[in-house]
């Protein structure tokens, strides 16, 4: 008996050979055109986010997945841009908006637009992805580019999935550390008494601890155009990402 299984066994084996092959030749290709990902533990590719509500976040940053998203962030980061800006926009179950100088979701920094570069990373509890503006219903083809490519100094970061945003928005990060930080931001559109980044750093830069001390307030750049996020209230997250 066992020899006749692993005869089967071996059958099942050359008979399924093709077909596996022809799988990989669909799949590889695509892997292989990926450039390698981002090392998590590099300094340059981790941004760190002092929080108002008690500690430090460390997002981890995908050049590979979005080189222009994460330069832009970069640059505003190392700019002060993002220091005492605060969280306007804040949906529980879904996510947390920030990087609006403005602080109610019409502002941005003077810098050019990015385009969009929606990837396969999913929107997923830590996910962290620029916001952008929405085209109206029954926008022309124009119109629609024009708005995925509106992503300016605005973010989201997800408090729970939600795979329906996938390829509709940049995900350019997820946070490896300090969600706690996250989960404690104020809610509200705009919350009453909102949380602040009151520092944002590049770990490559060698930034000073964690400190809650808020940060002196500077001359912001002109605002470009209008960045937010569609105002769609989503359906009640599930358990499966906590």
């Known amino acids: 008996m066992r020899f006749i299984l692993s005869v089967f066994t071996l059958v099942g084996a050359l008979l399924a050979g093709p077909a596996i092959a022809q799988k990989s030749q669909l799949i590889d290709p695509n892997v292989a055109a990926r450039p390698p990902v981002a090392s998590p533990t590099d300094p340059q590719n981790l941004l760190y986010l002092d929080l108002s509500t008690g500690g430090r976040v460390v997002i981890w940053l995908r050049p590979d997945v979005a080189p222009k998203m994460v330069e832009r962030i970069k640059t505003l980061t190392r700019q002060h841009f993002y220091d005492g800006l605060?969280?306007?926009?804040?949906?529980?179950?879904?996510m947390a908006?920030?990087?609006?100088?403005?602080?109610d979701g019409t502002g941005g920094s003077s810098l050019p637009n990015v385009p969009a570069e929606f990837n396969y990373l999913p929107h997923v509890r830590g996910a962290v992805a620029a916001a952008r503006s929405s085209a109206p219903d029954g926008a022309s083809p124009e119109e629609v580019k024009k708005a995925e490519d509106s992503a300016n100094s605005q973010f989201f970061i997800m408090f729970e999935p939600h795979l329906s945003l996938d390829k509709k928005y940049t995900v350019f990060g997820r946070v490896i550390s300090g969600m706690q930080y996250v989960d404690a931001i104020h809610r509200g559109e705009p919350p009453a008494d909102p949380s602040r980044i009151l520092h944002a750093y590049i770990a490559a830069d060698n930034?000073?601890?964690?400190?809650?001390?808020?940060?002196?307030a500077t001359a912001k750049p002109d605002l470009g155009p209008p960045v937010t996020l569609p105002g769609?209230?989503?359906a009640p997250a599930t358990a499966s990402g906590k």
């Open 86 to 94: 605060s969280f306007h926009r804040v949906i529980d179950g879904f």
């Open 207 to 216: 930034p000073p601890p964690y400190s809650a001390e808020t940060p002196t």
């Open 97 to 103: 908006q920030t990087g609006d100088p403005k602080g």
């Open 232 to 234: 769609t209230t989503p």
